[in-house]
């Protein structure tokens, strides 16, 4: 008896799923047993690149998640709504889950994984972080005798395309940016991208993972790339650095382990070029994790695209087949509520605390556009001084007219008193502006 699949979605990611399922020769003998029983789309009109029995495909996506026969639902066809119902509905109707869709998971995972523990099935999300790099199943199995203290990582790929285009070309973000729509690399409305948001739901989904608790999306702090100039990727470069968006989670390890806080943060960092995730590029991803006592390792892959992310998605199924192949017919607890693999369910009650961005400690880089006064550097310094702000390196570079560009990095400085000493510098009559301020690793 195999595995009846109701599929939501045939656009990108259902129609690579689907090819899997249709296509299952030499991959795992498992994959024979999931039967692509439904197919849910939007409109039955539209070409499509499968050919799928027409019996199977409908746009009642409803009697699939509700059909009795169906043993686990597909979600693929993203979005907020009617995404976020069909999947509590499936769960309501005893379906397990797998979904790609970080949108909905980073912003009702606490909803959907209260529902999906009190029915005693799993949702599955492989495919929601990363596209087809297995991380989400690593950080809950492969990783879980270890504390987890970091991580971090490229999860972005359109911003990431983005940046190593203006790297490579000394190109601005706006030119980088039209071509990479033309190109297909970014949508037309690229603000879930580049504004940083879909990391963030995705830093979100894994800090919830890797420090057992749940995120609140709204404390997430996040800055996208729009800001990020040539100048400033040139200066980096000068300075041994890459411009990369960094997804970061790490415990905050200034405060004792009873009032342990988390940092979670995107935003464009400086990423030293000696370090591991700055020589990732295009469209790829990478997600550096940081164990005790296992060290780092870093997963690296192709971050979406159909067969990638299919490839995540399928996975998922697998791991629920072969669940539910052993359980037939066993495995209840004595209370009657199926009894569900641990390792696999997710069922985090309380909420992770999360530090503001001013406690965070961290280097910074700042360009200042000075007026080319005597003593301006000293004036700088001795502000940054003021607050604690100890400089790394300062670079003075070209005078244009009377304006001087003056770049500094510091140490590891706090951000409250980072920017308490930015609010002073620009009030100075030596400075005509601060175009940027970036952090750095
Ligand atoms: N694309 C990637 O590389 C990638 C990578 C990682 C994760 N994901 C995630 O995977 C999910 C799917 O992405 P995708 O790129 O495959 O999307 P897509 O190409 O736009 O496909 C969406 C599919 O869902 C169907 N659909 C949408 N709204 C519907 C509705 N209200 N009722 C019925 N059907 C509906 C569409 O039907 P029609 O075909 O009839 O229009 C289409 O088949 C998203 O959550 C996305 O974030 C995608």
Do not use: W
Request: proline share 5%; charged share 20%; with cysteine.
């Amino acid at each position: 008896m195999g595995f009846k699949i109701g599929l939501l979605g045939l656009g990108t990611v259902g129609t690579g799923t689907a090819k899997i399922l249709l296509d299952p020769v030499q991959r795992h003998p498992l994959v024979k047993e999931l039967e692509l029983y439904r197919v849910g789309v939007k409109s039955l009109e539209k070409p499509r690149s499968l050919e799928l029995p027409p019996e199977i495909v409908t746009t009642d996506l409803e009697a699939i998640v509700t059909d009795p026969a169906v043993d686990i639902v597909v979600e693929v066809i993203g979005g907020l709504e009617p995404a976020r119902s069909l999947i509590l509905k499936a769960i309501e109707h005893g379906k397990h889950v797998v979904t790609a869709n970080k949108a909905a998971i980073a912003r009702f995972g606490d909803e959907i994984f209260t529902a999906a523990t009190k029915a005693g099935v799993y949702v599955l999300l492989e495919a929601a972080v990363g596209g087809g790099i297995p991380v989400i199943e690593p950080l809950k199995q492969s990783l879980c005798s270890n504390r987890i203290n970091a991580v971090m990582g490229i999860v972005n790929g359109t911003t990431n395309y983005i940046l190593t285009r203006m790297q490579n070309e000394g190109a601005d973000f706006a030119d980088v940016l039209a071509d990479a729509q033309r190109l297909g690399y970014a949508e037309a409305d690229p603000t879930a991208d580049v504004d940083g948001l879909d990391a963030a739901d995705k830093i979100a989904i894994l800090a919830s993972l890797a420090f057992g608790g749940r995120i609140k999306l709204s404390e997430v702090h996040c800055e996208g790339i729009r800001q990020i100039s040539a100048a400033d990727i040139a200066y980096a470069e000068k300075l041994g650095f890459v411009i990369k968006l960094i997804a970061i989670a790490k415990r905050d390890s200034q405060l004792s382990s009873e009032l342990e806080q988390l940092q979670v943060r995107v935003h464009p960092t400086l990423v030293p070029k000696t370090h591991p995730l700055a020589s990732v590029n295009d469209v790829y991803n990478a997600i550096l994790i940081e164990g005790d006592p296992i060290g780092q390792v870093m997963f690296f892959g192709p971050g979406a695209g159909a067969g990638p992310t299919a490839s995540a998605v399928v996975s998922d199924m697998l791991n629920i087949a072969a669940i539910l192949k052993v359980e037939r017919g066993n495995s209840k607890q004595a209370n009657g509520t199926p009894l569900l693999d641990p390792l696999l369910a997710c069922s985090h009650q309380h909420y992770c605390a999360i530090a503001p961005i001013a406690e965070l400690s961290t280097r910074f880089y700042a360009r200042f556009l000075t007026k080319d006064t005597p003593g301006v550097i000293g004036k700088l310094g001795t502000c940054f001084g003021n607050h604690e702000v100890s400089l790394e390196s300062v670079v003075q570079t070209d005078v244009r007219g009377d304006v001087a560009e003056i770049v500094v990095v510091t140490h590891d400085v706090r951000e409250g008193n980072f920017r308490q000493a930015l609010a002073e510098i620009q009030a100075m009559d030596a400075i005509a502006s601060i175009p940027s301020t970036l952090r750095a690793l």
